[in-house]
């Protein structure tokens, strides 16, 4: 007897969804990957895409946690910055149902992979935002525009995490910390 339906369907999906990717996933492959009936499935979800968006919820309930994690040590508000971003983006490196998606992003253009992965950068950057913000507030931070900070900062991010690891060897956290404190947050201005 399953016990909690729901979660055990979920759980299926999210590792049918990082083994085949989205495109490559049916919903009899969850549901032998649960352990029961496809019309089992039907009870709790009305189709593939409603279960992605409930796993890509749980993703970005973990991402939320990290950002709260984070927001509430006494660092400076770049250090805060720089662990949030860092903390998150290896989440998404590390988590196999998210490389899955970016590939088929790149490779096929799914309509609901674009979805998800733009839903979990939206995400990303809105949370940074309101770090930005605070930082603000507080006086810590000195910025024009929050949200073109938030966004700037994300994707260099990325092209540090992503682009610059695919040419050459990967910076460490501490190096890629370096880089942005002495280039973006203190400026490459002689002063």
Do not use: C
């Amino acid at each position: 007897m399953i016990t909690n339906k729901r979660a055990t369907i979920l759980e299926a999906a999210k590792r049918a969804f990082s083994l085949f990717g989205y495109k490559g996933t049916s919903v009899a492959h969850v549901a032998k990957l649960a352990g029961i009936g496809k019309g089992t499935i039907y009870t709790e979800f009305k189709n593939k895409e409603e279960m992605l968006e409930a796993v890509m919820d749980g993703i970005l309930h973990d991402l939320g946690t990290i950002f709260e994690r984070v927001k509430h040590n006494d660092e400076r508000s770049i250090l805060k910055l720089h662990r949030a971003l860092y903390d998150t983006l290896q989440y998404r490196k590390e988590h196999q149902l998210l490389m899955h998606l970016a590939e088929e992003v790149n490779v096929h253009g799914t309509k609901e992979a674009v979805s998800a992965m733009q839903k979990v950068e939206d995400f990303i950057i809105t949370a940074l935002e309101q770090a930005v913000a605070q930082g603000v507030e507080k006086g810590r931070l000195q910025v024009m525009d929050t949200e073109i900070t938030a966004f700037t900062i994300y994707k260099l991010y990325i092209a540090f995490i992503v682009d610059w690891e695919a040419k050459k060897r990967p910076l460490t956290e501490e190096e890629l910390f370096q880089v942005f404190e002495n280039h973006i947050f203190k400026g490459i201005v002689v002063r």
